[in-house]
């Protein structure tokens, strides 16, 4: 399998959403309100499928099905089951206070552990994203507050962020997207969410939209771990032909950013990752054994993790790209 892999879009519309996808990546088939796009999928909840070339019109999950590790890498924990969920977020609107289970709480409320990551992409001037709790707020505090509905807010840790700031999110961490951030998101394959407070609002029906507050405080990690922002500026390596910086290194995923200083850099998997691609600025070629593919500014493409090296040439000025590994 060394066959670069591009997938058609997978959008999503929600109350929150907006049209920052559109206006930045210069997308034409979003929706009027378009909250997500599932950038690389293999949940049934959103499957990507492929755009072009000999694998085209297959779904992601039946080429993992037949190349497994090929496809997957060695690291992946199921071979036949693509392990993350990467997309974009427009937050025009507050997302919901919110968490997801971890693998120790998961199969005590029947759900999907999910760990994620958040990149910035664009952030209004006052814009904020709530990871953790404030200092000192217990457990019991915060389940206190979170019963009592408006009473919740001050328990939370509010971050103001810019561009290119980053923060990892495990399992089990209460958070919330404010309104005026574009989100570029990581995340272990999974569609469970747990809302504990939606801001006082109504959904599209006029009527306020569910919470699962037992399922949610079942979920929370009650050692309440403190959130940090990555700023953009950490772990750089700088070289040549590229600069790398990492954002998040963790057990499930790694993100880093990858700017290509000489329009041509050489990549070399070993069979333990795929790589995913978004290109952030400018455009490439990606170059494999089983074939080319161009990526342009806000578009994602799959090497899988046998194919061996590859290029990422014909580069313009300033291509920068997030890439994401296991």
């Not at 005026?180 to 609002?201: A, H, M, P």
Request: charged share 20%; hydrophobic share 40%.
């Amino acid at each position: 399998m060394d066959t670069p892999l591009v997938f058609s879009h997978t959008y999503t519309s929600a109350i929150w959403g907006g049209c920052a996808i559109r206006s930045r990546f210069g997308r034409t088939d979003t929706p009027d309100v378009c909250a997500e796009s599932w950038e690389i999928s293999g949940h049934p909840a959103g499957m990507s499928v492929v755009n072009g070339g000999p694998f085209d019109g297959r779904t992601l999950a039946s080429l993992v099905d037949e190349f497994g590790v090929d496809l997957v890498g060695a690291k992946a924990p199921d071979p036949h089951r693509f392990p993350l969920l990467i997309k974009l977020i427009d937050a025009n609107r507050s997302l919901s206070v919110q968490v997801h289970p971890n693998e120790t709480t998961a199969p005590i409320t029947n759900g999907e552990p999910k760990t994620e990551a958040w990149v910035v992409l664009g952030a209004a001037p006052d814009a904020a994203l709530y990871a953790g709790t404030a200092p000192g707020v217990t457990f019991e505090a915060f389940r206190d507050a979170a019963i009592n509905g408006d009473a919740i807010v001050p328990t939370l840790a509010r971050h103001d962020v810019r561009e290119g700031d980053a923060f990892f999110i495990p399992g089990g961490v209460v958070h919330a997207i404010d309104a005026g951030c574009l989100i570029y998101e990581v995340q272990q394959s999974s569609d469970t969410t747990y809302r504990i407070y939606d801001w006082g609002r109504v959904g599209a029906d006029g009527k306020p939209r569910q919470l699962h507050l037992d399922k949610a405080l079942a979920s929370v990690d009650k050692s309440m771990p403190e959130v940090r922002a990555i700023r953009a500026h950490d772990e750089v390596h700088k070289g040549a032909v590229a600069t790398w910086r990492t954002y998040v290194s963790s057990p499930f995923f790694t993100i880093r950013e990858l700017t290509i200083n000489s329009g041509m850099a050489s990549i070399d998997l070993d069979g333990s990752t795929f790589m995913a691609l978004f290109a952030l600025d400018g455009g490439a070629t990606v170059e494999c054994k089983g074939g080319t593919v161009g990526i342009s500014k806000g578009q994602s493409v799959l090497v899988p993790a046998s194919a061996g090296a590859f290029r990422i040439a014909h580069a313009t000025e300033a291509t920068r790209m997030l890439v994401t590994t296991l």
